[in-house]
């Protein structure tokens, strides 16, 4: 269990002091045992809701003692649920006004329900989280191992294999040998026999569809072969497997839950390796620009401008 802490050491007399929750609990994902996993996993999933909670309102819905719970948030440096809870009223706040603003305008539009509302809400919220992880260390860190590797292989399942298959392709224009793994073999040849000092592997998994990709994760965590998975808020397994884990929110009051976060997550993280290439980008751009107009694959459209 991680050491306790004082979150509250610089805080000022009598002043509530803002915490951010989120960022403090994927610091240290990777230490805590399976229940504290599921803990925090459900405060992630639930931040907004926390201040409402009861120590054991939590460990019903996460399957653990109420002790547990308490346990774990002494670890996190609070004094109990009640101090968490009441940093946390401080902390939790709408601060993006621009939301507010698309939400004002959509409300006036007739017809829409509440649920559509309140759908287009979550989207916009998740957009913002998304581009907040661009701010982390991990980001550049992860971004860095993507530039440097040799060869980058790119898996996805189901319904995620859509976003591999384009994140594959558009990454394939900022950098070469980045190969979309259709295991055509039912082995993931491809990446199982790669060399893992030159290779890193991309895998795009939600949790419905996380058995097989559980699997994969195991064998490359094995092998020591470098791992980022972009996953949904759902999927915590993932921490076991590997440091470069980005979530992103795909719950909203639609039929189906929203791709849109992970689609931004994906789009970001090709343009921060094509901004650490460089000149590189540009000239590999211009390469793909150069073939698909030999190939006449295109009308128009972003490959005409090299230049950019």
């Known amino acids: 269990m991680a050491k306790k802490r004082n979150v509250a050491k610089d805080e000022p007399p009598g002043e509530e002091q803002k915490i951010d929750l989120e960022a403090m609990l994927r610091a240290r ?26 120590g054991g309102s939590i460990a019903q819905a996460v ?61 916009l919220d998740a957009i913002v989280k998304a581009y907040a992880l661009t701010t982390t260390e991990l980001w550049d860190e992860a971004t860095a191992a993507i530039v440097k590797a040799r060869t980058i292989y790119v898996v996805g399942f189901q319904s995620s294999k859509g976003l591999a298959l384009d994140f594959a392709s558009r990454l394939l224009w900022a950098r070469p040998n980045v190969v979309f793994v259709e295991n055509t073999t039912g082995t993931f040849g491809e990446i199982i026999l790669a060399d893992p000092r030159h290779s890193l592997v991309v895998l795009i998994d939600t949790a419905a569809y996380a058995a097989r990709g559980v699997k994969l994760a195991e064998k490359l965590k094995a092998q020591q072969m470098p791992l980022i998975i972009v996953t949904d808020k759902f999927s ?73």
Do not use: C
């Not at 230490?31 to 009861?54: I, K, R």
């Open 63 to 123: 399957g653990v003692s109420e002790m547990t719970v308490s346990r774990f948030v002494r670890s996190l440096g609070f004094d109990n649920l009640r101090d968490l809870k009441n940093r946390l009223r401080v902390s939790v706040v709408d601060k993006d006004s621009d939301i507010d603003d698309y939400m004002a305008r959509f409300q006036t539009r007739a017809g829409r329900s509440q649920a559509l509302q309140e759908s287009l809400r979550l989207e």
């Open 236 to 308: 915590h397994w993932a921490f076991s497997y590997t440091r470069f884990v980005f979530e992103a929110h795909t719950h909203v009051k639609t039929f189906w839950d929203s791709s849109a976060a992970l689609s931004v997550v994906l789009n970001l993280m090709i343009d921060a390796v094509a901004t650490r290439l460089g000149p590189a980008a540009r000239d590999n751009f211009a390469r793909m620009s150069d073939m698909g107009g030999m190939l006449g694959e295109f009308v128009g459209g972003s490959y005409l401008r090299r230049k950019d």
């Open 29 to 54: 994902m990777t230490e805590l045992s399976p229940s504290e996993q599921s803990v925090a996993g459900y405060m992630l999933d639930n931040v907004q809701m926390l201040p409402f909670e009861t």
